[in-house]
C-alpha cells in the first residue's frame, strides 16, 4: 500500500486543474511544485549525501538563462532551455566540485555561497549576452496555466522518481555514508570524491531544470531574481529543512509551507517586507525544536499534538 | 616476498618524528601484533598503510605492489581494510546498512551485497541488532560493527586497531573467537592491542614501536623475554 503513496499523491495533483481553481491559486500550486523540484534537488547532495549548499541559485540561475538565452539570441522556443541547460549546469557543477568538493563543514558552506555569488555578479556584467540588471523578457508559451502545471507536475515526478531510485541504489548508500563519516567511507572503500561530484552534479542538474522552468512560466529574469542568495538558495535550504532532510516528502511538504508562508507574509502591512527576518526566526525554531523537519520528526510532532493516548 | 611490506617508512608531523625508519613484513595468513607504549606511533603506522597519510620517507608494498600515495579507497580495493581505534560508525544508518554500505565494493547488486552483508552480521554477532541505528549501539558491539564493515570489503589483509580496548570480559571472548575465525578464513591479521594477555594468546609474531621506533620483532616468547620491550613497555604496564 505504501508503495501507491507517491501514484495517488501525483492523481489527486493531477485531476486539480479540473476543479475550477482560480489562477492565483493555480499559481501557488506551480509554485509549490516547483520549489518541491529545487527542494529535492538540492536534497540529494544536502541531505543525503551531507554536502550543505548555499550556492544552488547558481544551477538554478544558470538553468533559468539557459532557457531565456535561447530563445532571446537564438530565437528558439525557450522549452529547449531544458536540454540545452544540462551540459552547461553540469559542467559547472563539476568545475565548482572541483574547487569545493575537497574542503569541509563550514568551509565548504563558504566556498558554495561564494560561487552562487560570482555567477549572479558574473551574470550582472556578462551585459553582451545577459543584458545584466535589465535582464531578459521572452515571450511566454501560453496564457493560461494549466499546461505549466501538468508541465512542472511532470518535472516533479521525475525528480522524485529518480532521488528514490538514486537513493536506495549502491550510490544512495555511498551518498549516507559519506555524509555519516567521510573518512570511514573513504576506507571502506568509497570514492568520497567521485560520489560526492556524482550527487552534486544530479543535484544541480535538477535545480537547473527548475530554473529552466522558471524562466519559461515567469517570460522574466534577471540577475538579482534567480542567483539571489536569499530568495533562490536559501528558500531551498529552508524548503528541505522545515519538511525534513534526507526523507523522500520532506522537500514537497516544505515547499507546501514555504510558498504559503510567503504569501501570507508578504501580504500583511507593515511586516511584510520583513518575511527574510521571519523566514531566518522560522528556520531558527525548526532547527531547534524539529531538527528533522516536519516529516523527519512527525511522530515528535504528533506527541506533541495530543495523540498520546493513541501511540501509548 | 611477505603480504606487506613497510619499508623503511618515517612520518613527520612538524618537528616530531611519529614514525622513523620503520621495517619489517606482515607475513599470509599470519596475525601480526603492533604493540608499544601510548602516542608510540601505532595508529600512524595504519593510517600510513591504509592511505591516509603519505609517509614522509619510504614506501609500503602490498602484494610485492607500492600502495604508499594511493588514496585509502583505492588501498581498501586492493584488499587491505581497516578498523578505527576511536569508532567511526556510519551513525544514522542501521547496523545492516552499515555492513551494506561497504559491501557494495565487492557486489554487483543490491541482494548480493545485502546477502553478503547478513552472512557478516550472523558472523560477528551482530544479526539481532541488524536494525538497530549504530549510533545506539553499545561500545562493544560498535567495536564488532567495525570488524563486520572491514571484513564486509573481503580484504586480504585486515588491520584491527585496539578492537578489543574498553570490552567486558564476556565480550572480549566473544572478539577474540571472531579474530580466531577470522584468521581460519584465510585472511592476514595485523593488530594494534594493549591487552597482553590476548596479544600472547592470538597473535603468531609481534613488532614493538616506541617513540617512532621499531625496538623489537619476534614471537611472542622472544618479546616477552625481550630486556628492552620489558622496560618500554611491559614494565610499565604491570606497574600500572
Ligand atoms: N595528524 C597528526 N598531527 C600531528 N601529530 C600527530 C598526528 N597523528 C598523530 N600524531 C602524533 O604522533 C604520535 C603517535 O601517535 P599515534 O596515534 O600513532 O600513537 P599510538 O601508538 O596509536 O598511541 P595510542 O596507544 O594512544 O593509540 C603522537 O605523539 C601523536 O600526538
Ligand atoms: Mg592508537
Known sequence: MKRFIPLIVLALLAVLPFLGLSSYVMHL???????SV??????????????????????????????GLVSFHLGLSPWWGFLVSVPFVAVTALIMGLIVLRLRGPYFVLATLALGEIMRITAENLTTLTQGNLGI?????????????????????????????????????YFVAIREDQDAAESLGINTTLYKTIALAV????????????????????PQVVFSLGDISILTIMVVMVGGVATYWGPIVGAVIMVLLAEVIRSLPYIGTAYQTLFGVLLIVIIIYLPNGLVGDREKLARLFGKKGAAA | ?????????????????????????????????LIGPNGAGKTTLFNVVNGFYKPSRGEVRFNGRRISGLKPHQICALGVARTFQVV???????????????????????????RRAMAILEFTGLTEDKDVLSKGLPLGKRKRLEIARALATEPELILLDESFAGLNPAELDVSIEIIKEIKKKGITIMIIEHHMKVIMSISDRIVVLNYGQKIAEGSPVEISANPLVVEAYLGEAEGA
Open chain 1, 29 to 35: 500550486f506551480i509554485l509549490v511544485v516547483m520549489w
Open chain 1, 38 to 67: 529545487s527542494g529535492m534537488a538540492w536534497n540529494l547532495l544536502g541531505g543525503y549525501c551531507g554536502q550543505v549548499s548555499f550556492g544552488h541559485a547558481a544551477f538554478f540561475g544558470l538553468g533559468a538563462y539557459c532557457a
Open chain 2, 88 to 114: 567511526k560508525p556510519l551513525q544514522r544508518m542501521s547496523v545492516l546498512d552499515n555492513v551494506i554500505a561497504s559491501a557494495f565494493l565487492r557486489a554487483k547488486t543490491k541482494a548480493g551485497a545485502e
Open chain 1, 203 to 222: 543535484s544541480a542538474v535538477f535545480t537547473g531544470f527548475s530554473g529552466a522552468f522558471y524562466m519559461n512560466y515567469m517570460g522574466y529574469i534577471d
Open chain 2, 1 to 33: 616476498m611477505a603480504l606487506l611490506e613497510v619499508d623503511k617508512i618515517s612520518m613527520f608531523f612538524g618537528g616530531l618524528a611519529a614514525l622513523s625508519n620503520i621495517s619489517y613484513g606482515v607475513e599470509k595468513g599470519e596475525i601480526l601484533a
Open chain 1, 137 to 173: 523578457m521572452i515571450q511566454r508559451t501560453w496564457v493560461e496555466k494549466t499546461a505549466y502545471y501538468y508541465i512542472i507536475l511532470a518535472l516533479a515526478a521525475l525528480t522524485f522518481a529518480a532521488i528514490k531510485v538514486l537513493a536506495e541504489s549502491r550510490w544512495g548508500y
